[in-house]
């Protein structure tokens, strides 16, 4: 877990034992040009190991060869699904040439559907390693994958782990000291932040099962005591005691059976509706389906409830002379009274476990509205946001880039209907996030591994203002601030309560990194109120926003490969503008794709989705 500098990576590979194979990756965002409409596309930088390492085969074509990662990638890998809606599932693919972001890559393979990771990724091409800043030790950007040996566990491999951060931390100190390296399950990567709506579900399920086994008991029992003359007569007639018991048997197990038949039936039909209702971002919702293990168990539990209520009666029954059964239903017995307490037991069981449902029923229901009234640190009402990949093919070097995103920044400004614009690398609540240690200038440097950090967010045009996060002191951002001007920062108030918590904030430097490796100090000019950037459930962290024109050629770099994100202030409906954003982009570069045109207030709606799915 956490992100990896591209020289580490390397080394990690062939010093780590405990894995067979080791590759890296990194999303991104890239646009598909020359086949039908343009359109942006999620993707992946991968190491040649990439495949290998997940265990996954192309349907058509091969993986990435080894060296294929170094310098300027040429081949692709595309999803089987991109395979199909875009060329049509043509198997002579293979050779042919496609545009990504204004290069030609060659297609080399297609990977089968069941392949997403990381992000959704619809294509793969090789990373670039020994260009721009994939030299720097200290760049951490790339995520790491490994597959284990046969002996080797996750505890193991952690330990081999950990001498091998040891060596690197003693041959690159200045880099790597205080640095480690957590290794945990993929299954647990992918999984773990839903197991606790996973695990309240199926406490919920637990117990709707009781609820439904006393229910089927009690109704079970009654039936039985309705017919506790019937047995007797039966028996008088000349039906042995296994008779007697052979019938009730049948009876319950086909009771049990009809009703668990119906069940699935339910169940099955429910599976689309399920789905339809999960929000975005649940790992695997597509692939919900009725598990055969679970079905196992539920006509398991089905059956047994019917069998044991069925059957306890009638062996209690068969085990009376009939004469006594006859007369004693005659005129009411103890044994009818003890029946009726054990069902009322069964019924107060049920009412006691309806509550515990009920009650947390009633805490979701009050946590999600609560959640719903946090302020998320800007106002989503008359704000809409779209994404799109920067070609750097197209638009070589940096300043390239950066005049392109002002470019299209003016033409919005100039929309009517339009007031504001502005961008950012990474919406909050959740859309992404970058961070690096901080220092103050005039503080004591902090102890390797116990860096302070915070987000780092690059912003052009009048983001702030277009988001309207509240100003609290200060200035924000404005044209002037360009490069070759004065280095500047604007902060939020998390920031000033982590870093400056007795000083005046305004007019202090700070620089990411070490303040004794070459920094590149920039003064706050001004704070801004906090933004919830991971989620409406989390406080929000320290942020520094820096103009995008005062940032390094080198750093910049890193961002590029990511979607850039536009927000735009309006009082038409989304609908209305959503056309003339387009225009507006298209007037800059006619080829340039637009995805995820939608309300800021979706943003808000989205951080909610998993909770108010736990609740319904």
Same mark, same amino acid.
């Given at each position: 877990?956490?992100?990896?500098?591209?020289?580490?990576?390397?080394?990690?590979?062939?010093?780590?034992?405990?894995?067979?194979?080791?590759?890296a990756s990194r999303g991104m965002a890239v646009s598909l040009l020359g086949a039908g409409e343009p359109e942006e596309i999620s993707g992946a930088m991968v190491s040649s190991d990439f495949f290998r390492t997940l265990g996954v085969t192309p349907v058509l074509g091969r993986g990435l060869l080894p060296g294929e990662d170094q310098g300027q990638g040429t081949v692709a890998v595309i999803s089987e699904g991109l395979w199909r809606d875009r060329f049509g599932a043509d198997?002579?693919?293979?050779?042919?040439?496609?545009?990504?972001?204004?290069?030609?890559?060659?297609?080399?393979?297609?990977?089968?559907?069941?392949?997403?990771?990381?992000?959704?990724?619809?294509?793969?091409?090789?990373?670039?390693?020994?260009?721009?800043?994939?030299?720097?030790?200290?760049?951490?950007?790339?995520?790491?994958?490994?597959?284990?040996?046969?002996?080797?566990?996750?505890?193991?491999?952690?330990?081999?782990?950990?001498?091998?951060?040891?060596?690197?931390?003693?041959?690159y100190p200045a880099e790597m000291a205080g640095r480690g390296a957590a290794v945990i399950a993929m299954n647990e990567d992918v999984v773990g932040a839903v197991r606790p709506a996973l695990l309240l579900l199926s406490g919920a399920v637990v117990l709707v099962?009781?609820?439904?086994?006393?229910?089927?008991?009690?109704?079970?029992?009654?039936?039985?005591? #309705? =017919?506790? !003359?019937?047995?007797?007569?039966? +028996?008088?007639?000349?039906?042995?005691?296994?008779? %007697? @018991?052979?019938? &009730? *048997?049948?009876?319950?197990?086909?009771?049990?059976?009809?009703?668990?038949?119906?069940?699935?039936?339910?169940?099955?039909?429910?599976?689309?509706?399920?789905?339809?209702?999960?929000?975005?971002?649940?790992?695997?919702?597509?692939?919900?389906?009725?598990?055969?293990?679970?079905?196992?168990?539920?006509?398991?539990?089905?059956?047994?409830?019917?069998?044991?209520?069925?059957?306890?009666?009638?062996?209690?029954?068969?085990?009376?002379?009939?004469?006594?059964?006859?007369?004693?239903?005659?005129?009411?017995?103890?044994?009818?009274?003890?029946? #009726? =307490?054990? !069902?009322?037991?069964?019924?107060? +069981?049920?009412?006691?476990?309806?509550?515990?449902? %009920? @009650?947390?029923? &009633? *805490?979701?229901?009050?946590?999600?509205?609560?959640?719903?009234?946090?302020?998320?640190?800007?106002?989503?009402?008359?704000?809409?946001?779209?994404?799109?990949?920067?070609?750097?093919?197209?638009?070589?070097?940096?300043?390239?880039?950066?005049?392109?995103?002002?470019?299209?920044?003016?033409?919005?400004?100039?929309?009517?209907?339009?007031?504001?614009?502005?961008?950012?690398?990474?919406?909050?609540?959740?859309?992404?996030?970058?961070?690096?240690?901080?220092?103050?200038?005039?503080?004591?440097?902090?102890?390797?591994?116990?860096?302070?950090?915070?987000?780092? !967010?690059?912003?052009?045009?009048?983001?702030?203002?277009?988001?309207?996060?509240?100003?609290?002191?200060?200035?924000?951002?404005?044209?002037?601030?360009?490069?070759?001007?004065?280095?500047?920062?604007?902060?939020?108030?998390?920031?000033?309560?982590?870093?400056?918590?007795?000083?005046?904030?305004?007019?202090?430097?700070?620089?990411?990194?070490?303040?004794?490796?070459?920094?590149?100090?920039?003064?706050?000019?001004?704070?801004?109120?906090?933004?919830?950037?991971?989620?409406?459930?989390?406080?929000?962290?320290?942020?520094?926003?820096?103009?995008?024109?005062?940032?390094?050629?080198?750093?910049?770099?890193?961002?590029?490969?990511?979607?850039?994100?536009?927000?735009?202030?309006?009082?038409?409906?989304?609908?209305?503008?959503?056309?003339?954003?387009?225009?507006?982009?298209?007037?800059?570069?006619?080829?340039?794709?637009?995805?995820?045109?939608?309300?800021?207030?979706?943003?808000?709606?989205?951080?909610?989705?998993?909770?108010?799915?736990?609740?319904?």
């Amino acid at each position: 877990t956490g992100s990896v500098s591209a020289p580490n990576f390397p080394d990690w590979r062939s010093r780590a034992h405990a894995f067979q194979s080791m590759a890296a990756s990194r999303g991104m965002a890239v646009s598909l040009l020359g086949a039908g409409e343009p359109e942006e596309i999620s993707g992946a930088m991968v190491s040649s190991d990439f495949f290998r390492t997940l265990g996954v085969t192309p349907v058509l074509g091969r993986g990435l060869l080894p060296g294929e990662d170094q310098g300027q990638g040429t081949v692709a890998v595309i999803s089987e699904g991109l395979w199909r809606d875009r060329f049509g599932a043509d198997r002579e693919i293979l050779g042919r040439t496609v545009n990504l972001s204004g290069r030609p890559y060659t297609i080399v393979g297609v990977a089968p559907s069941s392949l997403t990771y990381p992000g959704r990724s619809r294509v793969w091409i090789p990373f670039g390693f020994g260009l721009s800043r994939s030299t720097d030790r200290s760049s951490h950007a790339y995520d790491v994958i490994g597959r284990l040996t046969p002996s080797a566990t996750v505890a193991t491999a952690q330990a081999d782990m950990n001498s091998v951060v040891r060596a690197l931390a003693e041959a690159y100190p200045a880099e790597m000291a205080g640095r480690g390296a957590a290794v945990i399950a993929m299954n647990e990567d992918v999984v773990g932040a839903v197991r606790p709506a996973l695990l309240l579900l199926s406490g919920a399920v637990v117990l709707v099962l009781l609820i439904a086994c006393a229910n089927v008991a009690n109704l079970l029992l009654v039936r039985a005591s #309705s =017919r506790q !003359r019937e047995i007797a007569l039966r +028996a008088a007639l000349g039906a042995g005691r296994w008779r %007697l @018991i052979q019938q &009730a *048997l049948a009876e319950a197990v086909l009771l049990a059976a009809a009703g668990g038949t119906l069940g699935l039936l339910l169940a099955g039909w429910s599976v689309d509706a399920l789905i339809a209702l999960g929000p975005r971002g649940v790992p695997r919702l597509a692939e919900i389906t009725i598990d055969g293990r679970v079905l196992t168990f539920t006509l398991a539990v089905s059956v047994a409830i019917g069998c044991i209520f069925g059957l306890i009666p009638a062996m209690v029954a068969a085990g009376q002379a009939p004469a006594g059964a006859l007369q004693s239903e005659g005129r009411g017995a103890s044994g009818g009274r003890h029946r #009726s =307490r054990f !069902r009322a037991g069964l019924v107060v +069981a049920q009412i006691a476990l309806a509550l515990v449902l %009920l @009650i947390g029923s &009633a *805490l979701l229901i009050v946590s999600v509205r609560r959640l719903a009234g946090v302020d998320p640190g800007f106002r989503p009402e008359g704000a809409v946001s779209f994404e799109f990949n920067v070609p750097s093919a197209k638009y070589e070097g940096v300043e390239a880039q950066r005049n392109f995103v002002g470019r299209v920044l003016g033409q919005l400004r100039e929309t009517p209907g339009v007031s504001r614009a502005g961008s950012v690398f990474y919406l909050p609540l959740g859309s992404g996030q970058t961070n690096g240690d901080v220092s103050v200038e005039g503080n004591p440097p902090a102890a390797p591994g116990r860096e302070r950090y915070a987000g780092y !967010r690059i912003i052009m045009g009048e983001y702030l203002e277009t988001m309207d996060i509240a100003l609290r002191r200060g200035r924000t951002p404005g044209p002037a601030d360009v490069e070759g001007s004065r280095l500047v920062a604007t902060v939020n108030e998390a920031f000033v309560r982590e870093f400056l918590p007795d000083r005046d904030p305004i007019g202090q430097r700070i620089t990411f990194g070490s303040a004794d490796d070459k920094p590149e100090w920039r003064e706050i000019v001004g704070v801004v109120a906090d933004v919830r950037h991971q989620g409406l459930a989390q406080p929000a962290d320290p942020e520094v926003y820096v103009p995008g024109r005062q940032v390094g050629d080198d750093l910049w770099s890193i961002f590029a490969p990511t979607q850039i994100s536009f927000v735009v202030r309006t009082a038409l409906p989304p609908q209305t503008i959503a056309a003339a954003i387009k225009t507006a982009v298209h007037d800059v570069d006619p080829e340039q794709p637009v995805s995820r045109l939608r309300p800021v207030g979706e943003l808000v709606s989205d951080s909610m989705a998993r909770y108010r799915f736990s609740m319904l």
